[in-house]
């Protein structure tokens, strides 16, 4: 009641009389409009932090002090910032590493094995209606292909060896034989290949910067059967190659040629010169695919790693598959 009515209630008051009438109650005024009514005062923060001194509560009642709380939240929200920290560093880590050579990364410097890096190989085209050299259909297993585009390119880096250029990209039979040591290997080699029906010889060769150099030479025949015999009857030998090339005598079978390195239906017969190597070590592999002998030479001053060389072969060998 404001202080107007009050006053106006006072002057209104009957004096005393001996007999006391009660004035009729008239009803209640509605109440104003909550607008009106002045809010109370807001209680200031602490007051919803701790109780007042004289407000007694029971211990298991008192209610948990929000410092508690934001310790909790403090803690929650450290873990939290830890946490994406943690992961922005491990992402960026893990792109740090995509994104470097493996002899960057410390711990996985492992040194080259020596492998080259050769173009990316394509097969020649076949003539139209032609099956490929391993097919069923194909009895006499011939290379329908263009024989010269089938010689290994030479690897990233390698200086070509013009000498095994041939003419027109066909090499001359004496060249070919210039690569065994012994004058009448030679002759005798050059009366079987006759007797065979030597159709053709595409070679080439390169040598790399490490020093190592490498002859690949394609020899084709009429048959799948002719070439089989001229491996494995005259120029690859049980423990040896019939016929040694130049740098090396004495030979032994590669047995640390992987087994994953060969090509299905394709014959590979590697080998090793054994130690004294004297200036160079010599590598030597026949590969037999169809009616195609291919021979790979490599030799390298002290020692021939092994890798390249097995490298080569295989990619030969896919390319007359």
């Known amino acids: 009641m404001t202080d107007q009515q009050q006053e106006k209630a006072v002057e209104t008051v009957p004096e005393p009389r001996d007999t006391v009438e009660i004035p009729a109650v008239e009803p209640p005024a509605p109440a104003e409009s909550p607008a009106a009514v002045p809010a109370p005062p807001l209680l200031p923060p602490t007051a919803l932090q701790e109780p007042e001194p004289e407000q007694e509560q029971e211990p298991d009642l008192l209610p948990v002090p929000v410092k508690k709380d934001r310790r909790v939240l ?45 173009p990316t190989l394509t097969r020649p085209p076949l003539p139209k209606g032609s099956p490929g050299p391993l097919a069923e259909a194909n009895r006499a297993g011939s290379h329908f292909a263009d024989l010269r585009a089938l010689v290994l390119p030479a690897p990233k880096g390698a200086t070509g060896d013009k000498a095994l250029d041939g003419s027109d990209g066909w090499l001359a039979t004496k060249v070919f034989l210039a690569e065994f040591s012994a004058a009448d290997g030679r002759t005798e080699l050059a009366q079987k290949l006759t007797d065979d029906g030597l159709r053709h010889i595409a070679a080439r060769g390169w040598t790399t910067p490490d020093g190592t150099h490498t002859r690949i030479y394609l020899l084709q025949f009429d048959t799948a059967t002719v070439a089989d015999g001229l491996v494995s009857g005259n120029l690859a030998g049980f423990a040896s190659p019939t016929y040694p090339v130049n740098g090396a005598d004495s030979y032994e079978p590669d047995d640390t040629f992987p087994d994953a390195a060969k090509v299905t239906s394709v014959s590979s017969v590697p080998y090793a010169e054994v130690k004294p190597y004297g200036a160079e070590q010599v590598r030597l592999a026949f590969v037999t695919a169809g009616d195609t002998v291919a021979m790979i030479v490599q030799s390298r001053k002290g020692e021939a790693n092994p890798v390249p060389f097995q490298q080569t072969v295989t990619l030969q060998s896919q390319l007359l598959g």
């Open 74 to 118: 403090r803690a929650v929200l450290r873990w939290s910032a830890a946490v994406v920290v943690f992961a922005v560093v491990g992402a960026g880590t893990a792109y740090g590493i995509t994104d470097m050579k493996r002899t960057d990364v410390p711990g996985l410097g492992t040194a080259s094995d020596g492998r080259w890096d050769y």
